[in-house]
């Protein structure tokens, strides 16, 4: 990687960073039991002399660069929580925790952060720097806890990256506005009647009901839901039954229902509860419907995307900036700090030339380390830029 990023980021700090996330990556943590991990970045961070504060929302950890009276405060956050997926990569380093994996690259975020903590800790720049290493990102709302500990006061603005396979190693994708969805959780109890398996007559099937409706929710986004407007409704979870000749008396679906508008949301509600009530009397059989609201949407503010823009162009050059053409829906709870102060989320391309594209929370994903050198080199230039502004 022949550029700024390379003088920003010297070789000794890159070897550092990649060691940090080696050594992370083999013990995954999930949410809330980040342990090891906060326990690393502490030791780590007072290795480099930095103010912290440490079991913040339970495992969190925040550093503080205090250089300035009259300066801007300027934030950086990374995630640090793991998934419940097995590791298929083969790599050297891979999981020694089986079923648990950094599947989504949080632990790369750590080590881009603590890198941008070395090179910033080496320069005096007129600001106060507050870094946050932040638990429970997958589904536990780390973020909220997070800025309900007060942890956002006196901050101007705040920056933090992910790790995405859907761009090349040294591209990077930004823009103001909405860049991930409101996401919302749903569980589908099914309620049968169990039996014999030979006499079916007797008893309600909870499973065929199960299918059914699997299959009916499928037609709420593609029949029911203008096709303009984004929206996901995905069943990532089927249950019932126990053993090969009864019925299941019971079973359960759990999923996720991804949009960008509030009336979307809600017709998508409206049409699940129809459908699971009506698919569930058809059958002779119960359906009860719970939903539980997750993330808001990651709104980036204009001037700070704009600060973050310049940012890439200095650091990696005009052609770095992809403009993403769609919103993901993808959640991120980097939406509950962007609530509070003004900043931006970006993506930084992983894909190395050559390599096949696996997406995150992938069993086999893994990302081009040179990543980490971007990330750091970014939050770098983005503190430079800040202090000029
Ligand atoms: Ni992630």
């Given at each position: 990687m022949a550029n700024k990023v390379d003088d920003l980021v010297p070789e000794e700090i890159f070897h550092w960073m990649v060691e940090i996330r080696r050594a992370i990556h083999q013990y995954p943590e999930t949410a809330f039991q980040e342990h090891r991990t906060a326990a690393l970045i502490t030791k780590e961070l007072q290795a480099l002399g930095l103010e912290i504060q440490t079991g913040?929302?339970?495992?969190g950890v925040i550093a503080y660069?205090?250089?300035?009276?009259?300066g801007p405060t300027i934030a950086f956050r990374a995630d640090m929580d793991a998934l419940p997926i097995t590791e298929e990569?083969?790599?050297?380093?891979?999981?020694?925790?089986?079923?648990?994996?950094?599947?989504?690259g949080h632990d790369g975020h750590i080590a881009i952060l603590l890198g941008a903590v070395a090179l910033l800790k080496k320069e005096l720049l007129p600001a106060n720097l507050v870094f946050i290493f932040q638990p429970g990102e997958e589904g536990g709302g780390g973020a909220k806890y997070m800025v309900e500990a007060g942890?956002?006061?006196?901050?101007d603005a705040i920056f933090a990256c992910h790790l995405d396979p859907?761009?090349?190693?040294?591209e990077v994708s930004l823009r103001p506005g909405p860049v991930t969805a409101f996401t919302e959780r749903f569980t589908i109890e099914i309620k049968g009647r169990g039996g014999h398996a030979a006499r079916p007559h007797e008893a309600v099937d909870a499973i065929v009901v199960a299918s059914s409706m699997v299959l009916a929710l499928q037609?709420?986004?593609?029949?029911?839901?203008?096709?303009?407007m984004p929206a996901v409704v995905s069943i990532g979870r089927i249950e019932g039954g126990t053993t090969f000749n009864a019925i299941a008396d019971t079973a359960v679906l759990k999923g996720t229902i991804r949009t960008t508008d509030p009336r979307v949301r809600k017709e998508i509600r409206a049409a699940m509860n129809r459908i699971a009530q009506r698919t569930a009397s058809m059958h002779k059989a119960k359906a009860e419907l719970v939903f539980e609201g997750g993330y808001p949407a990651v709104i980036n503010s204009p001037k700070e995307t704009m600060l973050a823009n310049r940012a890439i162009r200095n650091i990696l050059?005009?052609?770095?900036?992809?403009?993403?053409p769609y919103i993901s829906l993808g959640g991120e709870d980097f939406a509950y700090y962007l609530q509070k102060v003004p900043g931006c989320f970006i993506r930084i391309g992983t894909r190395e030339k050559g390599t096949p594209f696996i997406p995150n929370h992938s069993p086999r994903f893994d990302f081009g380390e040179d990543a980490l050198k971007v990330g750091a080199a970014l939050f770098v230039e983005i503190a430079h830029i800040y202090c000029k502004t």
């Open positions: 913040i929302a339970q495992t660069l205090n250089n300035s009276n009259a990569t083969g790599l050297p380093f891979a999981s020694q925790k089986p079923g648990f994996m950094h599947a989504c942890i956002l006061d006196g901050v859907h761009f090349w190693l040294g037609t709420v986004v593609s029949r029911q839901i203008d096709p303009t050059g005009d052609q770095a900036r992809v403009k993403r």
